[in-house]
Nanobody, 124 residues
Framework: QVQLVESGGGLVQVGGSLRLSCAAS????????MAWFRQAPGKEREFVAA????????AYSDSVKGRFAISKVNAKNTVDLRMNSLKPEDTAVYYC?????????????????WGQGTQVTVSS
């Protein structure tokens, strides 16, 4: 059983930066990919970024490409999401997720484990 705990959310002004962290514990050697999703009020959960657990390749949604960066700290079993040039439309609850199979990278329902979420609010 994998446990995921997010941290680092908060309130930031437009154009500012935040770093989110996701600490993974439990059995992680079966993990294939970890990802960040977000959900704004009244909207569906959407894919933000993902990283292959073993080889570190990354992928991003078009809405955050060039502004966000996902990375993995092996020694700590932690996945970070660095967010720069934040916009009001980035306001959402951000969730960390992990899965044990390939494919369907951006589909939330294919992920096995989820964190509790952390709120990010970008004020204009």
């Amino acid at each position: 059983q994998v446990q995921l705990v997010e941290s680092g959310g908060g309130l930031v002004q437009v154009g500012g930066s935040l770093r989110l962290s996701c600490a993974a514990s439990g059995v992680t050697f079966n993990t294939y990919r970890m990802a960040w999703f977000r959900q704004a009020p009244g909207k569906e959960r959407e894919f933000v970024a993902a990283i292959r657990w073993n080889i570190g390749t990354t992928a991003y949604s078009d809405s955050v490409k060039g502004r966000f960066a996902i990375s993995k700290v092996n020694a700590k079993n932690t996945v970070d999401l660095r967010m720069n040039s934040l916009k009001p439309e980035d306001t959402a609850v951000y969730y960390c997720a992990s899965k044990e199979e390939a494919g369907a990278m951006a589909v939330a329902s294919t992920y096995h484990y989820w964190g509790q979420g952390t709120q990010v609010t970008v004020s204009s």
